[in-house]
């Protein structure tokens, strides 16, 4: 294990993703292997039954809650990218971290972070007007939130400026362009679905204190979380492969 390794980091998964009778992942299974949960707040997915039954739960299994907000587009899971003005996205931001950290106190817990979700967060990571306005609005209900940002990106030259506390996220199961950004899902690769190819990049990755794009680049960055999706079949079996490979190479897995 290299000198420089980060040996203490965060696995995080979103979830909450279902909605009324439609499950989306095993949250209750994922809730036994991350430290953190990102929940969607009931604008891309998400309700407040969902959110309260996956609150409860983190709260339980001593997971860190964050808040998850995206676009208000349910049928396309927040994954298209909307071209609504930034006071009305801030607004919006705002509005879903309220909703949010109501369920969590309700839920005896409390919001610890915020990212992004999705669309919204692929186009805040290369606009950091677009990454600031949701901040800044985040910030405004909670100045001490953590905000989650893609690493290498926009988003974290605007945490950087705002000076808040922020954790730099990178993705165990998205493969990475040269700039930091993820290979857009339609791309053959650019999501990945076996732990064994997943978790030693990963570690690659922590021991290089960098993202490795699909080129072999390497991208320095500060790793302070490692993000798996909920939505993806192998989610569950991903983030136990990826904890028990980043263990056994004397890794800690906590919450940031």
């Given at each position: 294990m290299?000198?420089?390794?980060?040996?203490?980091?965060?696995?995080?998964?979103?979830?909450?993703e279902?909605?009324?009778?439609?499950t989306?992942?095993?949250?209750?299974?994922?809730?036994?292997?991350?430290?953190?949960?990102?929940?969607?707040?009931?604008?891309?997915?998400?309700?407040?039954?969902?959110?309260?039954?996956?609150?409860?739960?983190?709260?339980?299994?001593?997971?860190?809650?964050?808040?998850?907000?995206?676009?208000a587009?349910?049928?396309?899971?927040?994954?298209?990218?909307?071209?609504?003005?930034?006071?009305?996205?801030?607004?919006?931001?705002?509005?879903?971290?309220?909703?949010?950290?109501?369920?969590?106190?309700?839920?005896?817990?409390?919001?610890?972070?915020?990212?992004?979700?999705?669309?919204?967060?692929?186009?805040?990571?290369?606009?950091?007007?677009?990454?600031?306005?949701?901040?800044?609005?985040?910030?405004?209900?909670?100045?001490?939130?953590?905000?989650?940002?893609?690493?290498?990106?926009?988003?974290?030259?605007?945490?950087?400026?705002?000076d808040?506390?922020?954790?730099?996220?990178?993705?165990?199961?998205?493969?990475?362009?040269?700039?930091?950004?993820?290979?857009?899902?339609?791309?053959?690769?650019?999501?990945?679905?076996?732990?064994?190819?997943?978790?030693?990049?990963?570690?690659?990755?922590?021991?290089?204190?960098?993202?490795?794009?699909?080129?072999g680049?390497?991208?320095?960055?500060?790793?302070?979380?490692?993000?798996?999706?909920?939505?993806?079949?192998?989610?569950?079996?991903?983030?136990?492969?990826?904890?028990?490979?980043?263990?056994?190479?004397?890794?800690?897995?906590?919450?940031?």
């Amino acid at each position: 294990m290299g000198a420089n390794m980060t040996r203490n980091v965060d696995l995080n998964a979103d979830m909450g993703e279902g909605f009324g009778p439609w499950t989306m992942g095993d949250d209750a299974a994922l809730l036994d292997i991350v430290t953190s949960a990102n929940i969607a707040c009931g604008f891309h997915a998400g309700d407040p039954d969902v959110m309260a039954r996956t609150m409860a739960l983190a709260v339980k299994n001593g997971v860190g809650i964050g808040a998850h907000p995206g676009f208000a587009d349910l049928k396309g899971f927040g994954r298209r990218q909307l071209p609504l003005p930034h006071d009305e996205i801030a607004n919006a931001v705002a509005y879903q971290l309220g909703a949010a950290q109501a369920m969590a106190r309700r839920a005896g817990g409390s919001v610890k972070h915020l990212k992004l979700h999705g669309a919204l967060s692929n186009m805040a990571s290369v606009d950091a007007d677009l990454a600031r306005a949701c901040y800044q609005a985040a910030l405004a209900v909670d100045p001490d939130i953590t905000i989650m940002v893609l690493a290498a990106t926009a988003m974290e030259t605007v945490v950087r400026e705002l000076d808040c506390a922020w954790a730099g996220e990178i993705f165990a199961d998205r493969a990475y362009n040269d700039d930091a950004t993820l290979v857009d899902r339609r791309k053959p690769g650019a999501v990945l679905h076996d732990a064994t190819v997943a978790a030693p990049r990963i570690l690659k990755m922590l021991e290089a204190g960098a993202i490795i794009a699909e080129s072999g680049k390497h991208i320095p960055c500060r790793i302070d979380t490692i993000c798996l999706h909920g939505d993806t079949p192998q989610a569950v079996e991903m983030a136990r492969g990826i904890k028990a490979h980043l263990q056994a190479a004397g890794v800690t897995l906590q919450t940031f």
